[in-house]
């Protein structure tokens, strides 16, 4: 690197039978570039034998690499003189095409937006533009599972790489029991954290709670305009970043550096996780539809573009898996040019004042409110709080959420049967008129597909924090205000017969961090300082509360 700092590659040359230079894949990643991220694409040989030099490198302060690791500050000037140099290499043809997911996806935003010479094409999958949004909060609520998992992750190879012994053991037994550590409060003082001679990184997450430079100085979210080569987005709609993917396409679709880049973004969207991606989360099946071929599919896309092969002509700028359409003779899978929709339904809340629970009497309805209606309240308890679509593991997927439905803690809206399927593509909109008797305070809803035989298979959710959703604004307790915001997108097919469910809550824990109920920092807060809150919800005349569903564009 220009500072002096060298960074390590393993490179899979093509057979010695094929011409003497070649396109270069190149992906740049954390994890030991032994690993190859295998876990979700074909070993680099496979590529290296359909005619590629393949790089894959440690990034710095990772593996072999020199210099100091902190997750996205190096990776654009990084990523732009890998390429610089690999088009100086006597094997390169000066073609070079990026490929990886998760924080391999990211390393390929922020070195295009070098513009590197000799960059045609990149491929992001599960990634992010805009870290803040897509990847670490949502409507100012951290995504605490995700965040405090990676996070133990990465410093665990800081601690090793530094000779952190102590440590490094007490980030390995964290580890080892991953998914109840966001359970710990405060989750800021983690004491697997707390090692004197870390890196600061997780910590500064915890922190910086609201879009900042901190944040855009990490991502591309302010130089969208600097993209200017074409991009597979690959997405998975139970993804931890599947909010970072889809927009990030919307983004660089309307926001690229050329007519050209803009033209050439395309997304792919299939019902995975973030590892593995296959046709099965749970107990559930997709069929062997889901298991879409994505090795061949990237290969099409680079022949196409670095071996101007033309074969990914004509292909759909969308392809997206409907979720809930349980008739495998047909396929779940659609194309389309456009997300946007002027279709949509709107569905209106309604009860008699007893919406708790999955028991109570609350209603969707087509028809807006023509009367007076009681308000429905419900309590939120930090030290109970009512879990995310997953429990309390936080894991994502088309779970069953009767169990978690029965609460009194939460409102649950349920329409009757549909007369005729509907097919919901994109982000639902809930506007709810809403007071709490908190100075700070969370919302969350959550859209469901409840089935003929009462299966309340979980298809997407949202949550609005006040101090980020009225951040222009005032903010008071025991004070009506609109709480309007977007639920994570989604496809799926709401069949005849079906009914569509709308679960509020105060709480989707511990997917995310749980609000104190004050102005204490929820990163520090504990139960000596979490308050309960009440939240008292309108739906009549005058404060018609409301959840839209775009459809799919004609």
């Known amino acids: 690197m220009s500072d002096g700092c060298t960074l390590y590659s393993d490179h899979y040359f093509p057979p010695a039978s094929m011409h003497a230079s070649n396109p270069t894949l190149l992906m740049r990643q954390p994890y030991g570039r032994d690993i190859a991220s295998t876990v979700v694409y074909p070993h680099p040989v496979w590529f290296a034998r359909h005619g590629y030099n393949v790089v894959i490198q440690d990034v710095r302060g990772r593996g072999d690499s020199e210099g100091e690791f902190y997750p996205f500050r190096s990776e654009r000037r990084d990523g732009a003189e890998t390429i610089q140099w690999l088009r100086s290499r006597p094997e390169s043809n000066g073609k070079i095409g990026m490929y990886g997911f998760s924080y391999q996806g990211a390393t390929q935003l922020l070195a295009a937006a070098e513009q590197p010479e000799g960059l045609l094409c990149i491929a992001p999958a599960m990634t992010a533009c805009d870290l803040y949004h897509g990847c670490f909060y949502h ?30 053991d007490q980030l390995e037994a964290a580890w080892s ?8 409060a405060p989750y800021a003082k983690l004491p697997a954290l707390q090692s004197t001679g870390l890196p600061t990184y997780v910590h500064d997450w915890f922190a910086h709670t609201v879009p900042s430079e901190f944040w855009s100085a990490l991502d591309i979210s302010t130089s969208l305009t600097q993209i200017n080569v074409p991009a597979l987005h690959v997405s998975g709609w139970y993804d931890t970043y599947l909010q970072g993917s889809y927009d990030g396409f919307l983004a660089l679709a309307q926001q690229a550096a050329t007519p050209f880049a803009r033209q050439n973004q395309y997304l792919l969207a299939g019902p995975w996780q973030h590892i593995p991606w296959g046709s099965r989360i749970g107990d559930t099946n997709f069929g062997s539809d889901a298991s879409i071929d994505t ?87 930090p030290e109970v709080p009512v879990f995310a679509p997953g429990g309390s593991t936080a894991l994502s997927g088309p779970f069953d959420q009767s169990v ?40 969350t809803g959550k859209l469901v597909r409840l ?36 639920l994570e997108p989604t496809s799926c097919i709401f069949a005849a017969g079906d009914r569509i469910r709308l679960e509020i809550a105060g709480s989707a824990f511990p997917l995310y961090d749980r609000n104190s109920s004050s102005d204490i920092a929820h990163s520090l807060a504990d139960p000596w300082t979490w308050q309960r809150c009440t939240h008292t919800v309108r739906h009549d005349l005058h404060f018609p509360s409301r959840l839209r569903l775009p459809l799919l564009p004609e």
């Open 139 to 168: 409507h100012g609520a951290l995504r605490l599972s995700s965040a405090m998992g990676w996070g133990l992750q990465m410093l665990r190879s800081d601690a090793r790489r530094l000779g952190l012994r102590q440590a490094h």
């Open 177 to 184: 029991n991953v998914r109840t550590q966001p359970l710990f």
């Open 295 to 381: 090795d061949s599919l990237l290969l099409r896309w680079f022949n196409h573009w670095l071996k101007d092969s033309n074969e990914f002509a004509g292909q759909p700028r969308i392809r997206h898996f409907a979720l809930g359409h349980n008739q495998p003779a047909t396929s779940r899978w659609f194309a389309t040019d456009v997300l946007t929709s002027t279709k949509a339904i709107t569905l209106y809340l309604s009860s008699d004042g007893r919406a708790n629970s999955s028991k109570g009497d609350g209603t969707l309805s087509m028809e807006p409110p023509t009367t007076t209606q009681p308000a429905d309240h419900f309590v939120y308890d």
């Open 404 to 443: 978690l439905a029965q609460g009194n803690n939460l409102l649950v809206y349920t329409s009757s049967p549909l007369p005729e399927p509907i097919h919901v593509l994109g982000s639902a909109e809930l506007t709810l008129y809403c007071s709490t008797s908190a100075s700070n305070a969370d919302v």
């Open 451 to 486: 089935t003929p035989d009462n299966r309340a298979e979980f298809i997407a959710l949202g949550i609005a924090r006040s101090s980020y959703l009225f951040r222009a604004s005032n903010y008071t307790a025991d004070i009506l205000h609109t709480w309007a915001f977007t």
